[in-house]
Nanobody
């Protein structure tokens, strides 16, 4: 089973932006139908940020992050990028990419992380003042 490779984490000043990328270590026979980003801060539950249904490009965002977050997919549908602006210290967390190979219902929910088949190792983002 292919692994997910995340990149782009690091330290950011408050008010700055991050751009994270995720791609499988080997491309599947068919693109994963849901690709999503989650994050988890110490002592907090994992939180869904954004997802994309690669079949038709439908994007889904967490309401609290929608105004400053963009998820995009490459034309080959296997790589997904997360852009988040106006970062604050509370955005400090481990950021994870996840995929759901087949979404029979066409939904890439952010509230059901158990529906995702494969997870990356995570990339740390630290926002400082």
């Amino acid at each position: 089973q292919a692994q997910l490779m995340e990149s782009g984490g690091g330290s950011v000043q408050a008010g700055g932006s991050l751009r994270l990328s995720c791609a499988p270590s080997s491309y599947p026979a068919r693109p994963n139908e849901c690709m999503a980003w989650f994050r988890q801060a110490p002592g907090r539950e994992r939180e869904g940020i954004a997802s994309v249904y690669t079949v038709d490009g439908t994007r889904n965002y967490a309401a609290s992050l929608r105004s400053r977050t963009t998820i995009s997919q490459d034309s080959d549908l296997n790589r997904v990028t997360l852009q988040m602006n106006r970062l604050q210290p509370e955005d400090t967390a481990m950021y994870y990419c996840a995929v759901r190979r087949v979404a029979h219902d066409g939904l890439c929910r952010l509230t059901r992380d158990s529906e995702y088949d494969t997870w990356g190792q995570g990339t740390q983002v630290t926002v400082s003042t």
